[in-house]
């Protein structure tokens, strides 16, 4: 277990310290003493766009505290305790896409479930006749869907932020599923289920999958029956070999193992998946109704991965790393405050070009002691909104022992 991380760790390392001695300078246009472009990061070709951020050789990374212990990118536990926490610190500009054996794990493949060789879907509810959808009926119709985040809504700071991941997606449009079917006139919704039975109680987590969406809401969404993880089958504890996705929402709406699909009214109750991740989602209380909750929808938040040190003639300096995430319109309007410091304006490079998936920003800093230090962030946008922000619930604290 250890041994893989630190495998990781180890390689991640060596590849990093390999930028060592490249000088960051180059990348800005208005530089005078421009660089050659291979000293640019490749993202900044073209656009110019990069900052200058820190100049020198890397030295190494200052650690982020008060986080836990859990291990990162190694599965750990058994069905509804089992996680995989994502490395974000591993992130670079060329490098945005979670492979899928890094990919977050919010509950393992439960061991009841029994994959056959057809997988059946059943359908009932307000439908003319309750039916069977199979999967492989259904194969026709998948379609690329590029690269798209998901995140749970318990992703916190005892897991190092580690249950966020993106990577890119296939699957089959819900709007095309529900072509197929002969609807009644008084649904209004969509409850989507998925297997979820697993012979290990869980302390923390209530068994059953299951949530409830408006027909816009799968259909505005682009909601889809995902088959495909980065070009691949859909690994077991991602929910092969069908999970739904709804891009832009949180992960507890991503049913994985669905096998239900039932048309119901506005009078249908909200689930046990639903109750169990009210407050997560951010909804108004726990309401009794499907139809009284909000869209799942990830807010526009931020945070650090990373807190490179680098060593140059003027001595220490420290690049702060993160990602931008969630949100509804592209933004860059980013800042940034360290400690006690002032709210400062970060470079998002590459730039936010679609909230589906993330993208990266940086910032040169010099603290002005050693110690603990609070790194926040917001956007300068009261347009935009940012609960998890605005609440700091994806503050990081990093410790500096050198300036
Ligand atoms: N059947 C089933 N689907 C599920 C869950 C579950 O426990 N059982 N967990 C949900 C939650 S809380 C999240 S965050 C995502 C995680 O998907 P992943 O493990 O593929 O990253 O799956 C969702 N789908
Ligand atoms: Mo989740």
Same mark, same amino acid.
């Given at each position: 277990?250890?041994?893989?991380?630190?495998? #990781?760790?180890?390689?991640?390392?060596? *590849?990093?310290?390999?930028? *060592?001695?490249?000088?960051?300078?180059?990348?800005?246009?208005?530089?005078?003493?421009?660089?050659?472009?291979?000293?640019?990061?490749?993202?900044?070709?073209?656009?110019?766009?990069?900052?200058?951020? /820190?100049?020198?050789?890397?030295? @190494?990374?200052?650690?982020?505290?008060?986080?836990?212990?859990?291990?990162?990118?190694?599965?750990?536990?058994?069905?509804?305790?089992?996680?995989?926490?994502?490395?974000?610190?591993?992130?670079?500009? %060329?490098?945005?896409?979670?492979?899928?054996?890094?990919?977050?794990?919010?509950?393992?493949?439960?061991?009841?479930?029994?994959?056959?060789?057809?997988?059946?879907?059943?359908?009932?509810?307000?439908?003319?006749?309750?039916?069977?959808?199979?999967?492989?009926?259904?194969?026709?119709?998948?379609?690329?869907? #590029?690269?798209?985040?998901?995140?749970?809504?318990?992703?916190?700071?005892?897991?190092?932020?580690?249950?966020?991941?993106?990577?890119?997606?296939?699957?089959?449009?819900?709007? @095309?599923?529900?072509?197929?079917?002969?609807?009644?006139?008084?649904?209004?919704?969509?409850?989507?289920?998925?297997?979820?039975?697993?012979?290990?109680?869980?302390?923390? =987590?209530?068994?059953?999958?299951?949530?409830?969406?408006?027909?816009?809401?799968?259909?505005?969404?682009?909601?889809?029956?995902?088959?495909?993880?980065?070009?691949?089958?859909?690994?077991?504890?991602?929910?092969?070999? /069908?999970?739904?996705?709804?891009?832009?929402?949180?992960?507890?709406?991503?049913?994985?193992? $669905?096998?239900?699909?039932?048309?119901?009214?506005?009078?249908?109750?909200?689930?046990?998946?639903?109750?169990?991740?009210? =407050?997560?989602?951010?909804?108004?209380?726990?309401?009794?109704?499907?139809?009284?909750?909000?869209?799942?929808?990830?807010?526009?938040?931020?945070?650090?991965?990373? +807190?490179?040190?680098?060593?140059?003639?003027?001595?220490?300096?420290?690049?702060?790393?993160?990602?931008?995430?969630?949100?509804?319109?592209?933004?860059?309007?980013?800042?940034?405050?360290?400690?006690?410091?002032?709210?400062?304006?970060?470079?998002?490079?590459?730039?936010?070009?679609?909230?589906?998936?993330?993208?990266?920003?940086?910032?040169?800093?010099?603290?002005?002691?050693?110690?603990?230090?609070?790194?926040?962030?917001? +956007?300068?946008?009261? *347009? $935009?909104?940012?609960?998890?922000?605005?609440?700091?619930?994806?503050?990081?604290?990093?410790?500096?022992? %050198? $300036?």
């Amino acid at each position: 277990m250890t041994s893989t991380l630190e495998l #990781g760790r180890r390689r991640f390392l060596r *590849s990093s310290l390999g930028l *060592s001695g490249a000088l960051l300078l180059g990348c800005d246009e208005s530089t005078k003493n421009r660089l050659s472009a291979a000293h640019c990061d490749p993202a900044c070709d073209g656009g110019g766009a990069c900052p200058n951020d /820190v100049a020198g050789s890397r030295v @190494g990374t200052a650690p982020f505290i008060n986080e836990g212990d859990a291990p990162l990118e190694v599965p750990y536990n058994a069905g509804l305790d089992g996680r995989l926490l994502t490395d974000l610190s591993r992130l670079t500009p %060329e490098n945005l896409v979670t492979p899928s054996s890094s990919f977050y794990i919010r509950t393992r493949q439960p061991d009841r479930l029994v994959v056959g060789a057809r997988w059946p879907i059943s359908v009932s509810g307000l439908v003319e006749a309750p039916s069977e959808l199979l999967l492989d009926e259904l194969l026709p119709l998948e379609q690329s869907q #590029g690269a798209l985040l998901l995140e749970c809504s318990g992703n916190s700071r005892d897991g190092h932020f580690g249950l966020l991941s993106s990577a890119e997606w296939h699957g089959i449009p819900l709007r @095309g599923v529900l072509d197929r079917l002969q609807i009644r006139a008084q649904a209004t919704r969509v409850l989507i289920s998925g297997f979820d039975d697993h012979s290990q109680p869980s302390a923390r =987590s209530t068994p059953g999958a299951s949530w409830v969406f408006s027909f816009d809401e799968l259909t505005s969404t682009g909601a889809f029956l995902a088959t495909r993880l980065n070009g691949q089958p859909l690994p077991a504890d991602h929910g092969a070999p /069908v999970r739904l996705f709804v891009p832009g929402w949180y992960g507890c709406t991503c049913i994985k193992w $669905v096998n239900e699909i039932v048309l119901v009214d506005d009078q249908a109750p909200a689930t046990s998946q639903m109750t169990e991740f009210a =407050s997560r989602t951010h909804q108004n209380g726990t309401p009794a109704l499907a139809r009284d909750f909000q869209p799942a929808q990830m807010d526009q938040a931020a945070m650090p991965v990373r +807190v490179e040190k680098w060593s140059a003639d003027g001595g220490v300096s420290y690049r702060i790393v993160g990602i931008l995430w969630g949100g509804t319109k592209p933004t860059d309007r980013l800042q940034i405050r360290c400690g006690e410091g002032d709210w400062q304006p970060v470079a998002v490079c590459p730039a936010q070009s679609s909230n589906r998936t993330w993208t990266l920003w940086s910032h040169p800093w010099r603290p002005a002691t050693p110690g603990d230090y609070a790194i926040v962030l917001r +956007v300068d946008d009261p *347009s $935009v909104r940012q609960r998890r922000l605005d609440s700091g619930y994806y503050l990081r604290e990093v410790r500096i022992d %050198e $300036v």
